[in-house]
Structures are given as C-alpha cells and as structure tokens.
C-alpha cells in the first residue's frame, strides 16, 4: 500500500531481519560527539571522544556499500541539539505495514523521534506512536510472527505490553539482560530463519535456552561483543555487513554460508551502536 508523507509515496514493510533491504532511514553523524556517557562504550572513549570528520568519511562509505546493494537511502537532517542522531533505529521500528515511533528512555536523545513523527505526517493508521515510558528500537528484534524485545534501561514492560497490544497478530516476548548493555541488538540479532547471534553471558538461563530452541546461536565473545559484533546488518540473500576487527565472528560467519561485507565505521562505534543501530529499515522483500 502507498502511503503519502512529506517525502513522497513509500510502501512499509519489514517481517525480519534478514529480508533484502530495500529502503532505509539514515542520519549522517555530523555532530555526533560524547556530551554526556549514556552507556559503557562511551566511558570508554570518552578522553579522545569522536572525530567527527573520520565519522562521515565512515557513514558515507557504508551509505554507499548500501546503495550497491540496492537499497534506497532516506537521509534525515542532522541536528546539533542531537548528537546521538546517528543510532536512526532507535526512534522507530517497522513490523508489518506500520512504523512505530519510540518513547526515548534517555534525555539526551528525548526529541529525536519528532522527525520521524514529521516525516511520517499523513501515513495514518501505519504510524504508531508507542505512548508508555519507554521503547527504543534498539530493544526491538523482529523475525516473522516474533517479536523480541529486550527489557533494558531504555525499554519497560509496560512500553512491551503496550506494544503488545498493538499486535494482536504476534508473539511479543520480552528478554531481560544485564543491565549494564545498552540495548537487545548489541547482544542477540537473528540473521536467518534458523540463525542468531550471542552474546551469552548478558542472558539468563532460562532466555538462553528460549532463543537456543528457536535458532542456531553463533556465540560472539566478550572482546567483539564490545565493539559491537551481534550489531551487523543483515541485507538479504545471506549478505551480512560486519566490522573489519571482529574477525572471529566473520570467520564463524563465513563458515555458516554467509557473505560478510566488511565496512570500517570504527569511529561511529565510539558512541555504543554499529551498522544496525545506524539504520531504521521500512521497507525489506
């Protein structure tokens, strides 16, 4: 179905995360900086912070691997008041034929779902605001008639019982973790119908062994879960894009049958997201 918005006419429709990406909600990381630490990779470049021109030169270059591959890049326009613009999945996440607009669980980043709202201006009943405090896509894993949802500092269970709510239709499961991560997708990510990756020790027992009777786990260790190694983006037909450093997990990839696509954005990682934080899908096939 075509839907009018300030920026043209655009079909919604996401049902995993691993569906050929072919239209995709970017920011570019203009005035990305570490204002305040938000989280733990933060802390730890907060002395050197980030280099913003090193930055864009990084997103550009993954911009481009993504319009290679096909897919139609949406840019929003970066704010100064916003320098966590980047991290687009976050703001919203599409499941179905609807996008729905998140409650920001951080100060730092409260307004930020504003542009979506603007953008998405006369797309009716196929934008949803989630009104409970609070969700951000980040927390927000989708495959199919399953809905993960990571119960975080920056996602309750009343915005995942809302959300709920929402979608009759679906299987809405919320996974607790260690509270020191930031969100769901820098700890588990599904990449095929019988694929996922982990980071084990941030899960209980009991969600280790819900996701390990639903998927293959490809466990990701501590040093490339820190710089975001669960965080790839899947772009359909088995091609995944991943960070160059992380090469046990590429390796582990590769040996699966995955095509791994390797894009420097060491930079962007400074601030606690990667390739899947940096993109808010509305349209896979």
């Not at 072919?22 to 980030?50: G, S, W």
Request: hydrophobic content about 35%.
């Amino acid at each position: 179905m075509l839907i009018e918005n300030k920026q043209g006419n655009y079909t919604f429709s996401c049902n995993t995360e691993f569906d050929i990406l072919k239209r995709v909600i970017v920011c570019p990381p203009a005035y990305m900086t570490i204002k305040k630490v938000i989280n733990e990779t933060q802390k730890h470049f907060l002395d050197h912070n980030i280099d913003r021109v090193k930055a864009m030169e990084q997103h550009n270059t993954f911009m481009e691997v993504l319009k290679t591959h096909g897919a139609e890049i949406i840019q929003f326009p970066p704010l100064e008041t916003f320098p966590e613009q980047v991290f687009t999945r976050d703001i919203g996440f599409t499941i179905g034929d609807t996008v729905f607009v998140s409650t920001m669980g951080n100060d730092i980043r409260r307004g930020e779902e504003s542009l979506l709202l603007s953008w998405l201006q006369g797309a009716g009943e196929f934008a949803k605001k989630i009104e409970s405090h609070s969700i951000e896509g980040g927390d927000v894993v989708i495959d199919q008639s399953t809905v993960w949802v990571g119960v975080s500092k920056r996602t309750t269970e009343a915005a995942i019982k809302e959300l709920q709510g929402k979608l009759p239709q679906h299987e809405v499961i919320a996974v607790p973790f260690d509270s020191k991560y930031l969100h769901l997708d820098c700890l588990f990510n599904v990449i095929s119908p019988t694929d996922a990756l982990i980071y084990i020790p941030a899960f209980s027992k009991e969600s280790r062994d819900l996701f390990g009777s639903r998927y293959s786990l490809i466990e990701v260790n501590e040093k490339e879960q820190f710089t975001m190694g669960p965080n790839v983006l899947s772009i359909g037909n088995g091609k995944i894009i991943s960070l160059p450093e992380n090469q046990q997990l590429n390796e582990k990839l590769r040996h699966t049958g995955y095509e791994v696509i390797e894009v420097d954005i060491s930079e962007i990682i400074k601030s606690g997201g990667s390739f899947r934080c940096c993109t808010l899908p509305i349209n896979r096939a």
